[in-house]
Each structure stands twice: as structure tokens, then as C-alpha cells.
């Protein structure tokens, strides 16, 4: 209800409070007759009949009265081919004409050059940034790199907020307490700013894939992995993939799909050789808070957690708060394993047996990194906190490290700073830098080392 999109049609133009009106180029508005050979109305024109060219003046003077506060007219004014200058609408060229008419500068000079603004070609112009005309600014920050120095790039966000108390009270889904830890800033912005931001790497479903790359072979394994509850035959397997359009077709297709189901049939081999799994629903009290949730991949010897990717740090992250849960509920009588597995296609970790008290502490730790992280993002990024714990005792290491993993690299794999959700949340501002970044990295780090073991 606040933007409204549309074409311009007769008799639908409503007063709002903003215009904006786009592609009023001298080829494309208004209109030009094509007639065909054989019509013989436009052969024989009379009075009353149609007339696109008419009928789109009359709809240009509808939108221009239709404006009650602002009206903005667009065009391509040069040539992307040679930078020629391109004609405007001759009904804009006569709005402009009227207005040079009617009324001048405070100069002398004709009202078009206070009227028109004349943007670069490029996204990337210095004119977006250096303030010389205050009417032309831009929010893409892609083109930061190509300026140099002297952009203003101020901190997006300063001061504490008061986060939702359904997620950070005395009730936590255990979901919640996963995601936050996982990505901290990515949390932040969903649960308590309510902003989506799109990541490059999204699946876009509006192209057809002719090959793979190695996120989309991981989506495509990670729908195998999750649909294996489900008993199934390859050739089911392989038609639901392509109708969901998540293979490139024919051969290539087929191929792709018989590597990545092998793929997927030996890593559920290693996961199956622990025993059958089963979930369970869980309820565990702290001092302040109560974590409910629900378990998967409970055994009768450990419990297992997995993923089809390589071992990363948020894998470690996840598996550990999954052994804290499991072992506070089983402290309090739930029949569950003592250990937690988590396997990955390039590793296998374990966590050895918690006490109550150690459980308890770990806990209550994850719970005020959540609550912390509900006020403000928090310096906590899985990657580069990893990395700088590596790098201890010698700080000057550990924080090399860190910005291993966060400054931009030359890879495939974006780094931690590249992260759309981290760029808009430490906007102006340097996390690593920071105490909050090094204590929180200590904290999370040293509570998994304690009980991780290596298989």
C-alpha cells in the first residue's frame, strides 16, 4: 500500500502524493502509429477514433496533475552505444518549454537547468559521493572500492535497541538459540530490525541452470540429505530435482545428479553407522531462562549431528549448543546419550560428557550472547572468531588470523566482511578492533575446546 507500481492506462490516474514517471524517451511516448497495410481506418481518419498518440498526451497531462507533492519525469538522456545526446518526449520538451515560459532562476537563468539532473553513466561516478550536487546520492555500496578515499561511509547502527522479550526472555527456542549463534548480525536484522537482506548467492529460480557450481551442488546434496527420511529410488530423486529445476537438463543433468547422489549415498552410509536415530522433545531450566526445542539424531550411544559439507566453524557452533542442551535435559532425567558426534564430508568431531554445573555454565553463556545480540549486533562472527582463537596465546597471531577471515579475499568463498548482513550491520566500523570481538571469540571457542575431541 505504499508503492504502487502500474503502466499508464486511461482513467486510472489517481492523485498521489509522489509520481514518478519513467521511459520518457522521444522513441518509446508517446506512442507512434504503425498502420497496417490493410487497415483502412487509418487510411480514412475521422473524428472519434482512436489515436495512441493522442491518447497518450491526454494520459501525460492526467499524471502531471495527478501530483500533489512531487513529480518526477525520466528518460535516457545520452546513448549507451556512444554517449550521443538523446531526445526527450516532445511532451516532456513542451512541459519544459512552458515552464522556461513562465518562469526564471534567481539568476536569470532558464528553469529546465534547475529542473533537470543529469546523472552519470556509471553506478560508480565520484558525482554520486562528492557532494557537489546535493541531489545526486546513491545507497549502492559496490562501487566504495573504485572511489578511493573521502566517501562518507558512517556506522549504520550506534546505540542499543530494546529487542523483542519473546526471544530473549525467560522462554528460547532452541531453534532461535542455533540461528542467533550461527550468524549473529544476519539474526539481528530478521528478528529485530525485520529487514531481509538478499544475499548474492541466493537461489535466483528465474534462470535455467546449465551447470553447477559448488553452492549449487551443495544445495542440491543438501535436499538429497534431508529428503532421506523419505525411502526413495534414484530415478524419484532425480525427477524431483528436475522439477524443481535445481539440475541443468538432458545429459548433463543426469551426469551431475549420479555424482552427487553417490556422494550423498556414502556420507548417509557413515551417518546410519551410528544406529537408528530418533528425535525427542526437550524442556531444560537455568537461573533465568527456560530452552525448549526438539532433538534429532538421538542413538543409543551418542547423538548425532550432520551436515553435507565441509567442517565449519558454525558446524562446531551448532553441535556444541546441541551437546549442552542434551546434557542439561539429560542431567534432569531424559534418557540421552552422553556424547554428540558431528560429521562432516571432510571431518568427524566429538563432545565428550558434561557435567550438570559445566553444562549449565555454557548455557547460561549462550544465553547472554542472545540477549546481548538482541539489543545490538554482536562482534561475533563464527569464521574470523575461530581464527583468532587459533592464533592464541600471541594476540598479534590470533588477530592475523581473525582478518584472514574477514578482510575481502581473492577466492571463490566470501569472507566474513563481504557477508551482506555484516556489511549493513558494521557499516563505518572495524568489529575485529573491538574488546566485545575478542571476548566473545574467547568465550564461545575455549567452551567448545573443553569438551570438543577430535575422531
Given at each position: ?21 519513467c521511459g520518457l524517451d522521444d522513441a518509446s511516448f508517446p506512442r507512434r ?22 491518447d497518450d498526451r491526454q494520459l501525460f497531462l492526467d499524471v502531471v496533475l ?390
Open positions: 500500500g505504499a508503492v504502487t507500481v502500474a503502466s499508464l492506462q486511461p482513467m486510472r490516474t489517481v492523485p498521489a502524493r509522489c509520481v514518478f514517471v502509429r504503425q498502420p497496417l497495410a490493410f487497415d483502412l481506418i487509418t487510411q480514412h481518419h475521422r473524428p472519434g477514433d482512436r489515436d495512441a498518440r493522442l495527478a501530483a500533489r507533492e512531487q513529480l518526477h519525469l525520466t528518460y535516457v538522456g545520452h546513448s549507451q552505444k556512444d554517449d550521443s545526446e538523446c531526445a526527450p518526449s516532445v511532451l516532456l520538451a513542451e512541459l519544459l518549454d512552458l515552464v522556461d515560459g513562465t518562469c526564471t532562476t534567481v539568476n536569470g537563468h532558464p528553469a529546465r537547468g534547475a529542473l533537470t539532473v543529469r546523472h552519470p553513466l556509471q553506478p560508480w561516478s565520484p558525482r554520486y559521493r562528492d557532494g557537489r550536487d546535493p541531489r545526486l546520492f546513491t545507497f549502492s555500496r559496490a562501487s566504495l572500492p573504485a572511489l578511493g578515499e573521502g566517501h562518507d561511509e558512517s556506522a549504520w547502527f550506534t546505540a542499543p535497541m530494546a529487542g523483542p522479550h519473546d526471544l530473549g526472555g525467560g522462554d528460547i527456542a532452541l531453534d532461535h538459540l542455533l540461528d542467533f549463534w550461527k550468524h549473529p548480525s544476519r539474526f539481528f536484522l530478521r528478528y529485530v530490525v525485520e529487514a531481509y537482506v538478499r544475499d548474492e548467492a541466493d537461489a535466483d529460480l528465474t534462470t535455467e541452470p546449465f551447470w553447477l557450481n559448488s553452492l549449487d551442488r551443495w544445495r542440491v546434496q543438501d535436499v538429497l540429505v534431508r529428503g532421506a527420511a523419505r525411502p526413495s529410488t534414484p530415478e524419484v530423486r532425480l525427477a524431483r530435482l528436475r522439477a524443481a529445476g535445481q539440475l541443468p537438463a538432458f545429459g548433463v543433468g543426469d551426469a551431475t545428479f549420479a555424482e552427487l547422489d553417490d556422494e550423498v549415498t556414502e556420507f548417509l552410509r557413515q551417518v546410519h553407522a551410528h544406529g537408528e536415530r530418533r528425535r525427542m522433545a526437550v524442556h531444560v531450566q537455568g537461573p533465568d531462562f527456560r530452552i525448549h526445542g526438539e532433538l534429532d539424531g538421538i542413538t543409543d550411544e551418542v547423538l548425532v549431528c550432520h551436515r553435507m559439507a565441509k567442517l565449519k566453524a558454525k558446524d562446531r557452533i551448532g553441535a556444541w549448543l546441541v551437546h549442552v542442551v542434551a546434557a542439561l535435559a539429560r542431567h534432569a532425567g531424559a534418557r540421552l546419550p552422553e556424547r554428540t558426534v558431528c560429521i562432516a564430508k571432510n571431518a568427524t568431531i566429538a563432545f565428550r560428557a558434561l557435567s550438570a554445573a559445566d553444562a549449565m555454565a555454557m548455557a547460561t553463556l549462550a544465553v547472554q550472547g542472545l540477549r546481548q545480540g538482541l539489543r545490538a549486533p554482536l562482534p561475533f562472527f563464527p569464521e574470523s572468531s575461530h581464527a583468532f582463537t587459533e592464533g592464541l596465546p600471541d594476540r598479534d597471531k590470533a588477530a592475523a588470523k581473525a582478518r584472514t577471515k574477514w578482510l575481502p579475499g581473492h577466492g571463490d568463498i566470501p569472507m566474513d566482511s563481504e557477508d551482506p548482513s555484516n556489511e549493513l550491520c558494521w557499516r563505518g566500523q572495524e568489529p575485529l578492533d573491538t574488546e566485545p570481538f575478542e571476548h566473545w571469540a574467547r568465550a564461545v571457542f575455549t567452551a567448545i575446546g573443553s569438551v570438543e575431541v577430535s575422531l
